[in-house]
């Protein structure tokens, strides 16, 4: 493909039920970002995967969430016991490498949590 | 929490004039870039200019960073209808992780 894709592109949820939110990012690029965003705020970092390295987790903001990247590709965040302030767009993003490239953005999954 | 921060928070300018927005920022930088978000939705990478560069041009754009200052600006000459979207600064000072201001929102009238 030639871009980032994510699914799905919409989410309703109820409050505690798990979620998966999927990314797959542009072939041959090593690094993948997770990034939140709330209604009219900007970005918020949540994890970083590159190659085969330990991800940074440094951003992700309770141990409900966690993410994967399989084989180096896809990629999935997955959000246990959702929370109404979970309701925001996730975005997901890829990079050639690390290292002060530029980082190529998905459309996003609206997450709503009613 | 956010580096970048955008100023103004929003702007309304007439078809074929110019709209200028600045960001600052707190700590060292690597490079500032510059995205733009239509509807909510996925960021468009718009310009990267890194810290030993003054000044950069991409068409219609044109992107100052003053590292002394720690700010940055962009230029959109000529702003067209398509122009209205939200336009973020990101700074890059530990090699991969942005930080992001809140945005300018542009609205461009016909």
């Known amino acids: 493909g030639a871009g980032v894709s994510q699914s799905p592109s919409n989410k309703v949820t109820e409050k505690g039920k798990d979620v998966e939110l999927r990314c797959d990012p542009i072939s041959g690029h090593t690094a993948l970002y997770w990034y939140r965003q709330s209604l009219g705020q900007g970005l918020e970092f949540l994890i970083y995967f590159q190659g085969n390295s330990a991800p940074d987790k440094s951003g992700l903001p309770s141990d409900r969430f966690s993410a994967e990247r399989t084989g180096g590709s896809v990629s999935t965040l997955t959000i246990q016991r959702t929370q109404q302030e979970d309701s925001a767009v996730y975005l997901c993003?890829?990079?050639?490498?690390?290292?002060?490239?530029?980082?190529?953005f998905g459309p996003g999954t609206r997450l709503l949590v009613l | 929490s956010q580096q970048g921060e955008e100023d103004p928070q929003a702007l309304s300018i007439q078809e074929g004039e110019n709209a200028t927005m600045n960001c600052s920022y707190k700590?060292?930088?690597?490079?500032l870039q510059w995205y733009r978000q239509n509807s909510g939705r996925g960021l468009v990478h718009l310009i990267l200019?890194?810290?030993?560069?003054r000044e950069k041009h991409s068409g219609r754009l044109r992107v100052t960073l003053d590292t002394s200052k720690k700010s940055s600006s962009l230029l959109i000459t000529a702003s067209r209808a398509a122009d209205t979207a939200s336009y973020f600064c990101a700074t890059d000072s530990n090699d991969y992780k942005l930080s992001f201001g809140a945005g300018t929102t542009v609205t461009v009238r016909a």
């Open positions: 200019i890194r810290s030993n560069e």
């Open positions: 700590t060292s930088i690597n490079n």
């Open positions: 993003a890829s990079s050639r490498t690390s290292g002060s490239e530029t980082q190529y």
